[in-house]
Every structure is written in structure tokens, then in C-alpha cells.
């Protein structure tokens, strides 16, 4: 039913002045990827364990830091071990919303790998890109309003653990690249979503 009113889109917001970059907490020796998730099915984080093996396969001074908590703990704990990176990967646990900033600011990379079409807009995506770091999100859901491909991050393909870890071999790379990105993310993030 048309009514001649105008539809007004009002985004999603995040306080600017708590999600913001603090390279003070920055790991100049390591290259440190991550995520901020409910260890569940729906947001994909076994297919970022995988992939990560792949790159460490590659590149030794790289982490992951898995921020968060769920059912699937145990298992992703154990699918770790069995790719033998268990020790490069802190399972952080839960983490009060206000320490979510200081979790962001170690990292270098965020990653949101997604595999549901339930997954709606990317909050997590927002603050780290608020946070200037570059994001890889998966192509699904809400997700792609967040990141502008090949400009703040890189959208993938959900569950494509190889097109994840051409990704994230880009940005480990590339450190012009991962600044570049992460600054244009912070200046989206403040003029769409402050």
C-alpha cells in the first residue's frame, strides 16, 4: 500500500569515542587476527580456524584470537588441537561489553565469517572497522551493508576457507594495505554509523 510518505532508514549506531584505536596495544612482532562471536554454528569460526591453519602453514608470526563464548567451545578448542595451532590461538572466553574495545585493539585483522542468512548487521564488523582495523566478512545476511569490498575490508564467500585465506594472506602481507583499509573503515564508520 503506497501512502506518499517518505521511509526514513535509521542505522545502527556505535559510540565512536569507546571504539576507536589505541595502537599502543598493537604487537609490532606479531600479526594478530580475530574475532567477536558466540562460538555457535551460525557464525562460522570453525572455517576461520581452518583457515588460519592454512596461512600459518605460511607465515609464523601470525595469532588468532577468538573472543567470545558457546556451545561450540570444546569442539573449536579441539579442532585447534587437531590442526596442531593450539598455540597460536587464545580463546578468550567471555568478555564484558566494555572490554570489547581493548580486545579489538590488539588485533590487526577482524574477521566476521558468517555462514547463516540469519545473520543480520554486523555489529562486531562496525566496532572493529571503528577501531581502524581492516575486516573480512563473509558475503551473507546483513554483513555486506558493513564493509565496502577492496576499499574498508573484503566480503568472501561463506565457507570458502580458500578465498578466507587469499584474504587474510593480503592483509598479513601488505601492512600499507591493512592501514590503508583500516583508516577508510574508521571514516565510514563515522559518517554512517557514529
Same mark, same amino acid.
Not at 606479531?30 to 555457535?40: A, F, P, R
Not at 601470525?62 to 573472543?67: G, H, T
Not at 585493539?105 to 566476521?112: C, E, G, Q, S
Not at 577508510?184 to 554509523?193: I, P, S
Given at each position: 500500500?503506497?501512502?506518499?510518505?517518505? $521511509?526514513? +532508514?535509521?542505522?545502527?549506531?556505535? /559510540?565512536?569515542?569507546?571504539?576507536?584505536?589505541? !595502537? #599502543? =596495544?598493537?604487537?609490532?612482532?606479531?600479526?594478530?587476527?580475530?574475532?567477536?562471536?558466540?562460538?555457535?554454528?551460525?557464525?562460522?569460526?570453525?572455517?576461520?580456524?581452518?583457515?588460519?591453519?592454512?596461512?600459518?602453514?605460511?607465515?609464523?608470526?601470525?595469532?588468532?584470537?577468538?573472543?567470545?563464548?558457546?556451545?561450540?567451545?570444546?569442539?573449536?578448542?579441539?579442532?585447534?588441537?587437531?590442526?596442531?595451532?593450539?598455540?597460536?590461538?587464545?580463546?578468550?572466553?567471555?568478555?564484558?561489553?566494555?572490554? $570489547?574495545? +581493548?580486545?579489538?585493539?590488539?588485533? /590487526?585483522?577482524?574477521?566476521?565469517?558468517?555462514? !547463516? #542468512? =540469519?545473520?543480520?548487521?554486523?555489529?562486531?564488523?562496525?566496532?572493529?572497522?571503528?577501531?581502524?582495523?581492516?575486516?573480512?566478512?563473509?558475503?551473507?545476511?546483513?554483513?555486506?551493508?558493513?564493509?565496502?569490498?577492496?576499499?574498508?575490508?573484503?566480503?568472501?564467500?561463506?565457507?570458502?576457507?580458500?578465498?578466507?585465506?587469499?584474504?587474510?594472506?593480503?592483509?598479513?602481507?601488505?601492512?600499507?594495505?591493512?592501514?590503508?583499509?583500516?583508516?577508510?573503515?574508521?571514516?565510514?564508520?563515522?559518517?554512517?554509523?557514529?
Amino acid at each position: 500500500v503506497q501512502t506518499g510518505q517518505k $521511509v526514513h +532508514h535509521i542505522p545502527f549506531g556505535i /559510540d565512536t569515542e569507546k571504539f576507536i584505536l589505541n !595502537s #599502543e =596495544s598493537k604487537n609490532i612482532n606479531t600479526i594478530y587476527i580475530g574475532t567477536v562471536k558466540s562460538l555457535e554454528d551460525k557464525y562460522g569460526i570453525s572455517y576461520l580456524i581452518r583457515a588460519f591453519a592454512q596461512v600459518k602453514l605460511q607465515i609464523a608470526h601470525v595469532e588468532l584470537i577468538v573472543v567470545g563464548v558457546g556451545s561450540l567451545y570444546d569442539k573449536l578448542v579441539k579442532l585447534a588441537e587437531n590442526l596442531g595451532i593450539e598455540n597460536s590461538i587464545t580463546f578468550t572466553g567471555k568478555v564484558e561489553n566494555d572490554e $570489547v574495545p +581493548h580486545c579489538l585493539n590488539k588485533m /590487526d585483522i577482524f574477521v566476521a565469517p558468517s555462514i !547463516s #542468512e =540469519s545473520e543480520t548487521f554486523g555489529v562486531s564488523a562496525v566496532e572493529a572497522s571503528a577501531c581502524s582495523l581492516p575486516i573480512i566478512v563473509s558475503n551473507i545476511g546483513g554483513l555486506p551493508e558493513v564493509v565496502i569490498d577492496g576499499k574498508t575490508g573484503f566480503l568472501v564467500e561463506p565457507e570458502n576457507i580458500d578465498d578466507l585465506t587469499e584474504k587474510l594472506l593480503i592483509l598479513i602481507n601488505d601492512k600499507r594495505v591493512r592501514k590503508k583499509m583500516g583508516d577508510e573503515g574508521r571514516h565510514y564508520v563515522e559518517a554512517n554509523y557514529r
